[in-house]
T-cell receptor, first 111, second 114 residues
Framework: AQSVSQHNHHVILSEAASLELGCNYSYGGTVNLFWYVQYPGQHLQLLLKYFSGDPLVKGIKGFEAEFIKSKFSFNLRKPSVQWSDTAEYFCAVKGAGKSTFGDGTTLTVKP | KAGVTQTPRYLIKTRGQQVTLSCSPISGHRSVSWYQQTPGQGLQFLFEYFSETQRNKGNFPGRFSGRQFSNSRSEMNVSTLELGDSALYLC?????????????FGPGTRLTVL
């Protein structure tokens, strides 16, 4: 069985602060990893994904994530957050056709 | 391209009733997945359909069922509704069943069971 653990339920930052959201997964086979974001009142949408190659992947809006296979981690980062990054962030793993999402991290950015 | 659409957007039912939710994927997408989202349980995978066949299933009771039509549209049915079925039901489509494909989510159907 696969599982995803997101370390923080709620993160509060000031604008221009750096962000790192932790994500660890458990799965024995080849996985594909995703970060999705849900802005207030909007649909879930893809931020970035990893399936092979360079373990450092870049997504939209300046976000990036690093896949560290030895640590089963896929942490999301952004060097300088903006008020518009206020949203809920979900890490997801897809293996053997099934998708498993973490519980989500609510990010609040104070102007 | 139009996004994933779900109907209805809101639904109120009483315990014991059944409900059918509908999802139209992005044009050309052949894989449709359903999720239940609740504050306590987060996003939980219900099932995935590809080319009218259920390919994967989550850990939900048999009261939850679905199907996919030849045009890739999908329906989800919940029979004998319970209070705990109150949730946001999300549909997501992807191009095919390749695991590296991202999913595109619809706005969801908010189901309230009284």
């Amino acid at each position: 069985a696969q599982s995803v653990s997101q370390h923080n339920h709620h993160v509060i930052l000031s604008e221009a602060a750096s962000l790192e959201l932790g994500c660890n997964y458990s799965y024995g086979g080849t996985v594909n990893l995703f970060w999705y974001v849900q802005y207030p009142g909007q649909h879930l949408q893809l931020l970035l994904k990893y399936f092979s190659g360079d373990p450092l992947v870049k997504g939209i809006k300046g976000f990036e994530a690093e896949f560290i296979k030895s640590k089963f981690s896929f942490n999301l980062r952004k060097p300088s957050v903006q008020w518009s990054d206020t949203a809920e962030y979900f890490c997801a793993v897809k293996g053997a056709g099934k998708s498993t999402f973490g519980d989500g991290t609510t990010l609040t950015v104070k102007p | 391209k139009a996004g994933v659409t779900q109907t209805p957007r809101y639904l109120i039912k009483t315990r014991g009733q059944q409900v059918t939710l509908s999802c139209s994927p992005i044009s050309g997408h052949r894989s449709v997945s359903w999720y239940q989202q609740t504050p306590g349980q987060g996003l939980q995978f219900l099932f995935e359909y590809f080319s009218e066949t259920q390919r994967n299933k989550g850990n939900f009771p048999g009261r939850f069922s679905g199907r996919q039509f030849s045009n890739s549209r999908s329906e989800m049915n919940v029979s004998t509704l319970e209070l705990g079925d109150s949730a946001l039901y999300l549909c997501a489509s992807s191009l095919n069943d390749r695991t590296y494909n991202e999913q595109f989510f619809g706005p969801g159907t908010r189901l309230t069971v009284l």
